[in-house]
């Protein structure tokens, strides 16, 4: 079962913004549907946020289902796998960028829009906006659309940078709001402790596949060992060799499922140098064997 990958290259000319110098644009969610094969399981190389106006159902995120009601919006980062809902009828907007679109420079704001908002396995990848917030970001995808109606206008990509922030900058305060007003507790509003465990979740992004140790995760943050465990331990309630553990294992199920590759080659690409190790670290942490996790699926 292949999934496809999605890339700057396979998008229509039409939508994409030429003149920048990183990858933009903004496409209806319905013209989105008709126009790319995105039902079925894929991943692509960019981030997306993608806001159902109206319309329910189900949209699917790493193995997850998550329920689509009015005003939901997700966030997607690079190399998630998704998929919509087959024949649903949906109204919204699908807003597409590079990483370099984005990230600009050594800021907080930037690293955290990149490393909390988008691929964080600590948090949903959706949220409701609320009629407060929905005007808001409406009028952000009103600015955004005129401006890109300026042709070669001075200043056009800092001025689509500018709303594209500000939009997430709204979404993670009303995000915020509600993790103040909910009994549940939440590790992802803004502070140094937090920051550090963004910092640490992002390196493992980068590693995982060179079997590195907690030990050289905690060198690479300049903290001890103990500080990385009780950082983690208060914040997420697992152990920092755990949490490295976890997303070994998500990246080996979306391989199994939605790639073509040998097990033994997901291994090596995992950094397991014995395959019948892979196998056993695989069965240990998901109670099936690569293979049957794949057969599961086919």
């Not at 937090?194 to 060198?219: C, G, P, Q």
């Amino acid at each position: 079962m292949n999934f496809e990958k999605h890339t700057v290259t396979n998008f229509l000319p039409n939508h994409i913004l030429a003149p920048l110098t990183s990858y933009f644009e903004i496409i209806t969610l319905n013209e989105y549907l008709n126009t790319r094969n995105v039902t079925s399981p894929h991943t692509h190389d960019f981030f997306q946020i993608i806001w159902f106006q109206s319309g329910n159902g189900t949209h699917k995120v790493d193995f997850q289902s998550y329920t689509i009601v009015e005003h939901s919006l997700f966030l997607i980062g690079p190399n998630q796998v998704h998929s919509f809902d087959k024949s649903k009828a949906y109204n919204g907007y699908v807003l597409n960028f590079s990483e370099n679109f984005i990230v600009q420079r050594d800021s907080d704001v930037d690293f955290f829009l990149k490393c909390s908002m988008f691929n964080n396995p600590f948090q949903q990848p959706s949220c409701y906006i609320g009629s407060g917030n929905q005007k808001k970001i409406s009028e952000y995808i009103e600015q955004i659309q005129s401006e890109l109606a300026q042709d070669e206008s001075f200043g056009r990509e800092e001025l689509l940078r500018f709303y594209l922030k500000a939009l997430l900058i709204q979404v993670q305060r009303h995000k915020i709001q509600l993790e103040h007003t909910s009994s549940a507790p939440s590790p992802f509003i803004i502070d140094e402790r937090k920051n550090m465990m963004i910092r640490f979740v992002n390196l493992i992004e980068e590693n995982y596949h060179k079997n590195l140790t907690v030990s050289e995760y905690a060198d690479r943050l300049h903290i001890s060992m103990r500080t990385l465990s009780n950082l983690t331990h208060n914040l997420v309630k697992k152990t920092p060799s755990s949490i490295i553990q976890d997303r070994i294992i998500l990246e080996a199920k979306r391989l199994i499922q939605h790639s073509s590759l040998h097990i033994n080659q997901i291994s090596d690409r995992l950094g397991f140098k014995d395959n019948s190790y892979f196998v056993k670290y695989f069965k240990k942490h998901t109670k099936k064997t690569p293979s049957d996790f794949r057969n599961k699926y086919q």
